[in-house]
Nanobody, 126 residues
Framework: QVQLVESGGGLVHTGGSLKLSCAASGFTAKNYAIGWFRQAPGKEREGVSWISSIYGNTEYADSVKGRFIISRDNAKNTVYLQMTDLKPEDTAVYYC???????????????????WGQGTQVTVSS
């Protein structure tokens, strides 16, 4: 059974950092594309970053480029999202998602994924 569990969220001040974890079970994460998404109150869920299967190619939303880094630890079957220079507009529930295959260019679209975690809250205070 495919399961994703996010952790690492919390409350930080503007300019602070957090590292989110997405622990995978029931499947081998390196064989799946893994995406990070977020949803702020009253807004639609948006793609933040994703990492491709096998080769680990990455892509970022323009709003987080240069501040967030996605990575994968194959030994721990876990994908991370290191977030730095956090801003109040980064406040949201962050979700990770997995898919066997993702069409190139579609990695930040939620419809590309069919397995989702429950989310972890990130709050950035000004």
């Amino acid at each position: 059974q495919v399961q994703l569990v996010e952790s690492g969220g919390g409350l930080v001040h503007t300019g602070g950092s957090l590292k989110l974890s997405c622990a995978a079970s029931g499947f081998t994460a390196k064989n799946y594309a893994i995406g990070w998404f977020r949803q702020a109150p009253g807004k639609e869920r948006e793609g933040v970053s994703w990492i491709s299967s096998i080769y680990g190619n990455t892509e970022y939303a323009d709003s987080v480029k240069g501040r967030f880094i996605i990575s994968r630890d194959n030994a721990k079957n876990t994908v991370y999202l290191q977030m730095t220079d956090l801003k109040p507009e980064d406040t949201a529930v962050y979700y990770c998602a997995a898919a066997v295959t993702v069409v190139r260019g579609w990695g930040l679209l939620q419809d590309s994924y069919d397995n989702w975690g429950q989310g972890t809250q990130v709050t950035v205070s000004s």
